[in-house]
């Protein structure tokens, strides 16, 4: 079993910062990708924020580049999310995504989500 906990989230105000933290911890072998997906309220679907590679190469939404930058440590088997010059439009639940491969397939786990509320 597989646990990812992120920590970070908070109230900011626009043009502020935050920065998000997920940890996988458990049964862990190796790790293929760690990423940050949102839910922003109002039954809106969850969408991809930034992903990254165990080799370190990384994926954005466009709504986020420039603004955001995900990281990875992987002896720490954790992923980061440093998000800049916030946006009120930034407000969501974030999620953490691991996923870790067993054998030729692989399966993502999410942690609980951390509220991001960004006012104007």
């Known amino acids: 079993q597989v646990q990812a906990v992120e920590s970070g989230g908070g109230l900011v105000q626009a043009g502020g910062s935050l920065r998000l933290s997920c940890t996988a911890s458990g049964s862990i072998f190796s790790i293929n990708s760690m990423g940050w997906y949102r839910q922003a309220p109002g039954g809106k679907q969850r969408e991809l924020v930034a992903r990254i590679s165990s080799g370190g190469s990384a994926d954005y939404a466009d709504s986020v580049k420039g603004r955001f930058t995900i990281s990875r440590d992987n002896a720490k088997n954790t992923a980061y999310l440093q998000m800049n010059s916030l946006k009120p439009e930034d407000t969501a639940v974030y999620y953490c995504?691991?996923?870790?491969?067993?054998?030729?397939?692989?399966?993502?786990?999410w942690g609980q989500g951390t509220q991001v509320t960004v006012s104007s």
């Open positions: 995504s691991v996923r870790v491969p067993y054998g030729t397939y692989a399966y993502d786990y």
